[in-house]
């Protein structure tokens, strides 16, 4: 049974940082693909960063720069490092996963979900 829970959100002020986590379960085999996506109410999720079962990661113009996605395979957790926060990062944030294949910063494409965790930023 696939299962991924999020961890680490919260409040912070703008400029500030924050890294969330995501542990995950039910992915032994390591043919899957990995993701952040976050939302806010009357939006559509929006995909922030994937990393592929290769290694290779694919971020949203709007994190570049600024978020990176990990991965401890030891620990079977996936991270979210977030940092330069500015109020329009203010969301709910989800982690996702998928088996293999076509693997798009693109919410649709993933099959299972975290139930997410907060992110406030404040000016």
């Known amino acids: 049974q696939e299962q991924l829970v999020e961890s680490g959100g919260g409040s912070v002020q703008t400029g500030g940082s924050l890294r969330l986590s995501c542990a995950f379960s039910g992915y032994s085999d390591g043919t899957y693909c990995l993701g952040w996506f976050r939302q806010v109410p009357g939006k559509e999720r929006e995909g922030l960063a994937v990393?592929?079962?290769?290694?290779?990661?694919t971020y949203a113009d709007s994190v570049k720069g600024r978020f990176t996605i990990s991965v401890d395979k030891t620990k079977n957790t996936l991270y979210l490092q977030m940092s330069s926060l500015g109020p329009e990062d203010t969301a709910m944030y989800y982690c996702?996963?998928?088996?293999?294949?076509?693997?798009?910063?693109?919410?649709?494409?993933?099959?299972?979900w975290g139930q997410g965790t907060q992110v406030t930023v404040s000016s």
């Open positions: 996702a996963a998928k088996i293999g294949g076509y693997c798009p910063p693109r919410a649709r494409y993933f099959d299972d």
């Open positions: 990393l592929e079962r290769d290694g290779r990661r």
